[in-house]
């Protein structure tokens, strides 16, 4: 199995609804480095499996709509505690819906994407999907 990882960021604001969320049940806010791994078990005629520059351009606007944004406010996340859990799972079906629509060119052999969302050097999660 191959796979490309491209990496960026976000900054978002949110607040979670439960007592077992304790003080982050307050609006605050969280940057994400976001990891975004497209996995493969076969490469193109070029040898490779996803351009990695497409995919660091598509990666950067999918992580770009949820910047710089409170999350509370936005009509896809309604009723939804936005998690790292939850934010890993949307950038990996916004991802797979570009790899769909040929954003990242010629992406035939791609058949995984795994999206890690890392909170701080000592804790993170992530979100596996087949395409």
Do not use: C
């Not at 049940?25 to 480095?33: I, P, R, W």
């Amino acid at each position: 199995m191959f796979g490309v990882t491209v990496r960026d960021h976000m900054m978002v604001a949110h607040s979670f609804r439960g007592e077992v969320f304790g003080p982050a049940q307050q609006l605050h806010g969280a940057t994400f480095v976001v990891d975004a791994t497209f996995r493969g078990e076969a490469l193109d005629a070029d040898g490779i499996l996803v351009d990695i520059g497409r995919a660091t351009e598509v990666l950067k606007a999918v992580v770009g709509e949820l910047s710089y944004r409170n999350l509370d406010d936005d009509p896809a996340f309604a009723g939804t505690n936005t998690t790292t859990e939850v934010l890993a799972r949307h950038v990996a079906d916004r991802l797979a819906e570009q790899v769909a629509a040929g954003a990242m060119g010629a992406a035939e052999h791609v058949n995984g994407i795994v999206v890690t969302l890392h909170e701080s050097h000592v804790a993170w999660a992530s979100y596996e999907r087949s395409l």
